[in-house]
């Protein structure tokens, strides 16, 4: 298998934590998957040390190629991206500490809060602060949309996105199974607001291991969900 080793690792802490499951799934925008990935099972201290280095690494790994990645507060949306925001920033202050070991997190409440400090943002605020937002999976885009918002509404910059699973999927149309690519949330997203959006995984990843393990009735069952909705870019 060619593919590098940090996805290598990270493709088989999935398979360790049981995150990547085949079968029939009903996503949040009510395509009906063969498979799904499910970010909330990496809660093992080792798996959750894992996943949370994947994302630190192919972070830094960017910020050194495009100095516009340079963030102040990396941003977890609730509740999934709690977790992810501590964890990495963690992770990041590891691999190099005069970068990263002064940067902040923080991540939204669902609820508002009228007592205490009050407002939506606990950990660093998001005022005039370049952002980063961290998120477990991008299909159609919703999640990181909201996302998006609180961070406009907050004054923050957006700086980029990271999440651990691109699923590769067009934006939903009207008619939404019609066969035909279209382009994908991520490119949207990337050409809307003119920032990285990186994934450790994406579909592509997930194929080409299924090839090399022999699992031809998962892959074809991904193929015909391919042939639905696959993003053009
Ligand atoms: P979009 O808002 O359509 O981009 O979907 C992203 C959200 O869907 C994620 O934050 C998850 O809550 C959930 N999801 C997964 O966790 N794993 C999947 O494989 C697919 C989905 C999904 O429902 O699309």
């Known amino acids: 298998m060619s593919l590098p080793q940090y996805k290598k690792d990270f ?88 970068k990263y070991g002064k940067k902040s997190y923080s991540f939204n409440r669902k609820e508002a809060k009228s007592h205490g400090e009050g407002g939506n943002i606990v950990g660093a605020s998001l005022k005039g602060q370049k952002i980063v937002i961290i998120d477990d999976v991008i299909t159609a885009g919703t999640a990181i949309r909201e996302a998006i918002d609180i961070i406009k509404s907050e004054g923050g910059e957006l700086v980029g996105i990271i999440v651990a699973f691109d699923r590769q999927e067009k934006t939903p149309t009207e008619n939404d199974d019609d066969g035909k690519p279209g382009p994908s949330a991520i490119g949207e997203v990337r050409k809307q607001y003119g920032i990285p959006v990186l994934s450790i995984l994406k579909l592509d990843d997930i194929v080409e291991y299924l090839r090399s393990q022999g699992s031809e009735e998962n892959i074809k069952r991904l193929d015909e969900y391919r042939a639905k909705y696959k993003a053009s870019d």
Do not use: W
Request: aromatic share 12%; hydrophobic share 45%; glycine share 6%.
């Open 11 to 98: 493709l088989k802490t999935c398979e360790d934590a049981g995150a990547l499951k085949f079968g029939t799934f009903t996503l949040k925008s009510k395509r009906v998957s063969p498979y799904f990935f499910n970010a909330g099972l990496f809660h093992r201290a080792d798996l959750l040390r894992s996943m949370s280095l994947a994302y630190a690494q192919s972070m830094k790994a960017h910020g050194e190629a495009d100095s516009s990645f340079d963030f102040d507060v990396l941003f977890g949306p609730a509740y999934k991206g709690i977790p992810l925001a501590a964890t990495t920033i963690d992770k990041l202050a590891d691999l190099d500490v005069a």
